[in-house]
């Protein structure tokens, strides 16, 4: 009679630990899930905002780039240099071009 009363009690702290364990495996599963759940959230806000940022400084250098283009025209060099009163001396001017 004690053998069995004894084996009840093995038996019964086996099920005990291995619900103990299930459930604690449940709770790090779900936490583990609901974390990577926000992470990936959090990513892809970021993700986005790094992308607008990207998206701004493109056409900035867009517009930076046109304003030089329209800055170095030719004609607009000349028309400043003539309203500040110098003369144009055809033999004293080289032009540089750009690679583009």
Same mark, same amino acid.
């Given at each position: 009679?004690?053998?069995?009363?004894?084996?009840?009690?093995?038996?019964?702290?086996?099920?005990?630990?291995?619900?103990?364990?299930?459930?604690?495996?449940?709770?790090? &599963?779900? =936490? /583990? +899930?609901?974390?990577? %759940?926000?992470?990936? &959230?959090? =990513? /892809? +806000?970021?993700?986005? %905002?790094?992308?607008?940022?990207?998206?701004? +400084?493109?056409?900035?250098?867009?517009?930076?780039?046109?304003?030089?283009?329209?800055?170095?025209?030719?004609?607009?060099?000349?028309?400043?240099?003539?309203?500040?009163?110098?003369?144009?001396?055809?033999?004293?001017?080289?032009?540089?071009?750009?690679?583009?």
């Amino acid at each position: 009679m004690r053998v069995r009363h004894v084996k009840k009690r093995r038996i019964i702290k086996k099920r005990f630990f291995t619900l103990v364990f299930f459930l604690f495996s449940l709770t790090v &599963y779900l =936490l /583990s +899930a609901v974390f990577l %759940k926000a992470y990936t &959230y959090s =990513l /892809s +806000a970021e993700l986005k %905002k790094t992308e607008n940022q990207i998206k701004t +400084a493109l056409q900035t250098q867009d517009n930076l780039i046109d304003e030089i283009r329209q800055m170095t025209n030719k004609e607009r060099v000349l028309e400043i240099a003539q309203a500040a009163g110098l003369k144009n001396f055809q033999e004293n001017i080289t032009y540089l071009t750009s690679g583009e």
